[in-house]
């Protein structure tokens, strides 16, 4: 009875490695986010879907790329993971895409490249 | 844009002492206040927020937080604090127009003395 869940808890891979992060929500939310979270516990948003459309972009590298296959999955993709990009990865979920959208966090993916 | 300042990186109570976490946040217009909790390798749980109306919200566990427009402050207060409160406190600011994107604070480590 999960409400947001992550899969993998722990990702450990190399450099240069491509790797995914995968997110479901069973809140029946139309918006879904990624949160980077940094080595001093900075959290910063990265992307935001609604319906399965994007729509906050971050300054976040190419390399990442998300996708929504529909409005209860927000996937995360990363091509050639570099040492900057360890860190624990939040997928959270809202309601609707406006202000009163109170958001709710999974349990984070901890990704650590060597 | 908005921002949001937590002052105090860590905070150390007794058990049963009464506890005041602060935040101050930079916003130009009313803005949307959350507090999130994070115990060690878990998720952001939501505490507590304030869209309008009444500045003195009730939250979980016991928690309540005050907004002060003259200080562009919401401090998160707890008269007794219980050892299981010890944790990561971060507070995070909304914008009240366009899509939801949450702002977080640097966070307030809580540790609780016996």
């Known amino acids: 009875d999960t409400a947001v869940s992550q899969t993998p808890k722990y990702l450990v891979t190399q450099m240069g490695n491509d790797k995914s992060i995968k997110c479901e929500q069973n809140l029946g939310h139309d918006t879904m986010y990624w949160y980077k979270q940094d080595s001093k516990k900075f959290l910063k948003i990265m992307f935001s879907?609604?319906?399965?459309?994007?729509?906050i972009n971050e300054t976040v590298p190419n390399r990442f790329s998300p996708k929504s296959p529909d409005k209860a999955h927000l996937n995360l993709h990363i091509n050639s993971l570099e040492l900057g990009d360890s860190a624990v990865y939040f997928c959270?979920?809202?309601?609707?895409?406006?202000?009163?959208?109170?958001?709710?966090f999974g349990p984070g993916t901890r990704l650590l490249v060597l | 844009a908005q921002s949001v300042t937590q002052p105090d990186i860590h905070i150390t109570v007794s058990e049963g002492a009464s506890l005041e976490l602060r935040c101050n946040y930079s916003y130009g217009a009313t803005p949307y206040l959350f507090w999130y909790v994070q115990s060690p390798g878990q998720g952001l749980q939501l505490l507590l927020k304030?869209?309008?109306?009444?500045?003195l919200v009730q939250g979980i566990k016991g928690f309540e937080a005050e907004f002060k427009r003259s200080q562009s402050s919401f401090n998160l207060r707890k008269p007794s604090v219980h050892w299981s409160d010890a944790a990561e406190y971060f507070c995070?600011?909304?914008?009240?127009?366009?899509?939801?994107?949450?702002?977080f604070g640097t966070g307030t480590r809580l540790l609780v003395s016996p």
């Open positions: 304030y869209f309008s109306g009444d500045t």
């Open positions: 995070a600011v909304g914008a009240n127009t366009g899509f939801q994107k949450l702002v």
């Open positions: 879907y609604n319906n399965k459309e994007l729509i």
């Open positions: 959270a979920s809202s309601q609707e895409a406006g202000p009163r959208g109170t958001q709710y």
